[in-house]
């Protein structure tokens, strides 16, 4: 398409983040910094980031105060938050201002978001990934990306808040989507004694929704700890989007099947391709044998990894309050995880809403609440009054106007 423009006089400029091709496309210019010959320090922008330097750019040749280029910061911070990159460096610098903006005068996309989704706290990197990024990217999985484009250049919150609207029921269906295809999943893979003994995860389904498909990857890792990859019709051909586990490159196992696909690209983490449908049947076979070959077996174990050992008795405000000094939090800055041994159930403990535990804990003088999401199977162990270790993250939860500090539960086990 670049090549055509160049014939017609038209100019391109290229912003982009993946692992570029040895062949580059004929652009006035390419600004990615993953490229070999490119000199810029820092290599993790994400897209709006590499977008967010060419306005800069733009502002200081057209003698544009500063100004004009921030007004895009909660924007990029959102960015940021929902492609998952380093916060490290330029983007831990772009998301601290990005969500000073967002919290002080966000764009009214963001706004209408916040209020569409009942969010009156302070925004957070992770309420960017868990409540603004799905709502926006519904539009694209679902419909039309357009309408969040037009949500976020509104020149009224009115305005805003009707594209807005539209996001959040897009985003609604998407649940509903996701959901639907990840049980199906989960279904195929369950029922095939050979599909359940692989080192990796590939299905094909023709009438699977496109725009889920990478949502459906993650999921699926969650219960089957492996790179996964989810494919479904696109037109005349087959796509699919690759997710992976922690410290195994997608990309380059992708790579390695390249001469069976249309196209690919992607991260170390995450990846899509598009292939015929000829093709799927081989594809599936030399993914597999790809990842058999170059896994340790070691990476096919989830891993939490741990930071400290902490007693219930250190959990203050002061100290959380010193975490908190720390953020924004993300990729290589993560938020600490801590672990509680010899803790004690105190007969409060309970399941809520089904499949989530409310824990009520002690250890020594020391009590505490702490909330676990999808961990109701883990009761058992709370009930049978032995001691347990507690993994957990630090939270604040706010009830009837009152704050106070609670455990974000991530694992429970016997004490050894």
Known sequence: MIQYAKQLGIDFIVCDHHLPDEQLPPAVAILNPKQKDCKYPYKELCGCGVGFKLITALCHRMHLPDETAYEYLDLVATAIAADIVSITGENRILAYYGLKKANSNPNFGIKALGHLSKHTKE??????VF????????????????????????????????????????NDSRKETDMSITEEALSLIGSDELMINRRSTVLYQPHWHKGVVGIVASRLIDHYYRPTIILTQSGEYVAGSARSVSGFNVYEA??????????????????????????????????????QASIHPELLIPEIVIDAEISLMDIKRSFY???C?????????????????KVYNTGWSKIVKENHIRFVLQQGTAKITGIGFNMAEKMPLLEAGKAVDVVFKLDENEWNGEKSLQLKVIDVRITQ
């Open 123 to 128: 925004f957070h990197v992770n309420n960017l």
């Open 131 to 170: 409540i603004i990024a799905p709502r926006v990217n519904a539009a694209g999985r679902m419909d039309d990306a357009r309408k969040a484009v037009l949500m976020f250049v509104s020149e009224t919150y009115e305005e805003a808040l009707h594209w807005a609207e539209q996001l959040h029921a897009d």
């Open 254 to 291: 992708i790579h390695q099947c390249r001469d069976l696909l249309l196209g690919y690209g992607g991260h170390f983490y995450a990846a899509g391709m598009t292939l015929e449908n000829d093709k799927v049947d081989a594809f599936c076979r030399k993914f597999e044998e790809v990842v």
């Open 321 to 323: 309050d010193i975490l």
């Open 325 to 341: 000094q720390m953020e924004p939090f993300g990729p290589d800055n993560l938020r600490p995880v801590f672990v509680a041994k």
